[in-house]
């Protein structure tokens, strides 16, 4: 079924404030996900939510959550996320790193003691829209393995740098994982009964796979073979070690009730006006923009795509003609809703 964005969003909100967290915190959380789940990336879209209830259910998240800046100076920040909801946390180091690049030319705020944050985009865009470059990585739990290795010991550990762009609704955004696809798309090819394609991931004896429960209890293959997992190494460093949180393998899954996640984010804002006017930056990436999609097309290709173009127009395709929600994913949110006595269905 198709629901409308603000129907969804409604019902998100109702779903967290049932679960213990608060009015602020849930309208943020359902702009996360209900976004997310616009832009096609789904498995970081309402389906949370589940998790989110399970995770509560085995007092392994803190709601409502509660944030300590353990350190602070000029242009840098440090933030205890509390175990709390990594959207959250998250939020609040690119909100401190925009001010402290609105005042320094630069700000970085790391967290250390969150959960899962969601679509790295969300927090990136945030930075674009204020004619600044935004920067956000985070780890996650082990799903890959360092070159050569056949053990999982790095997590996906996305990052998402986002500029301003031609338009001031419309940034150029890269959002990825360094893996060559998410955790989470396997997780759905299991949930959905169907294979994943060859090159994915790796059994656990290290064989290739294209069966996704043995590709979960095996490791996924990086992106770009070494590159990705130098990558991942340097984003599990500046996310995970540097702000005092978990790393490697001691960062567990939101998915399982195995204990805190402790993951780690690094948020970075660049004030572009230091650099030159924002007017004359976005010229700029228009007119590069321009050549990009100007340039020789290969072989069958009709149009080239900038990084986040693709996300860019499924949002303003959602926002006029709603959210396609699986069956399963309905009846999950329902339930919720019956479950922390809200009047409200999706029917």
């Given amino acids: 079924m198709r629901v409308l964005p603000g129907r969804l969003k409604e019902v ?12 602020e915190e849930a309208v943020l959380l ?24 399970n995770r509560v259910d085995t007092e392994m998240i803190t709601l409502p959550t509660l944030l300590n800046v353990l350190k602070e100076d000029v242009a840098t920040g440090l933030i205890d996320g509390g175990n ?36 790295l985009a969300f927090y990136t865009m945030m930075a674009a829209e204020k004619g600044m470059v935004g ?23 996305p990052i998402s740098i986002a500029v301003p762009g ?23 090819a299991q949930k959905l009964k169907e294979s994943i394609p060859p090159g994915w991931a790796f059994d656990e004896s290290g064989a290739p796979t294209t069966d996704p429960a043995a590709a979960l209890k095996g490791t996924l293959a990086p992106m770009g073979g070494p590159k990705g997992y130098g990558l991942a190494l340097m984003v599990d460093i500046l996310a995970g070690m540097l ?26 804002a660049i004030d572009v006006e230091r650099f030159m006017p924002v007017r004359e930056f976005r010229r700029l990436v228009q007119s590069y923009v321009a050549s990009i999609r100007g340039s020789r097309k290969a072989k069958g290709i009709s149009r080239i795509y900038l990084p986040g173009e693709i996300e860019f127009e499924r949002e303003k395709t959602s926002s006029a003609e709603g959210i396609e929600l699986n069956p399963g994913t309905v009846k999950d949110l329902n339930q919720l809703l019956e479950r922390v006595r809200s009047p409200l269905r999706l029917n």
């Avoid at 996900?33 to 879209?45: C, K, N």
């Fill in 12 to 23: 998100t909100v109702q779903i967290v404030k049932g679960l213990g967290g608060s009015h």
């Fill in 30 to 53: 359902s702009e996360s996900l209900v976004r997310a789940d616009m832009r096609g990336t789904d498995t970081h879209g309402v389906t949370y939510l589940k998790l989110l209830a």
């Fill in 84 to 119: 709390g909801l990594g959207q959250v946390a998250a939020h609040r180091a690119m909100t401190m790193s925009l001010e402290k690049a609105g005042r320094c030319g630069t700000g970085c705020c790391l967290v250390r003691n969150t959960n899962n944050v969601g679509f």
């Fill in 135 to 157: 920067i956000v990585m985070t780890n996650a739990a082990a799903a890959m393995s360092p070159w050569g290795g056949a053990e999982a010991f790095f997590g996906t550990n």
């Fill in 166 to 188: 031609d338009a001031e609704d419309r940034a150029v955004v890269l959002d990825m994982s360094s893996s060559l696809v998410a955790r989470g798309k396997v997780r759905r």
């Fill in 243 to 268: 702000s005092g949180s978990k790393y490697g393998r001691e960062v567990k899954t939101f998915h399982q009730p195995e204990g805190p996640t402790g993951v780690g984010v690094c948020c970075m």
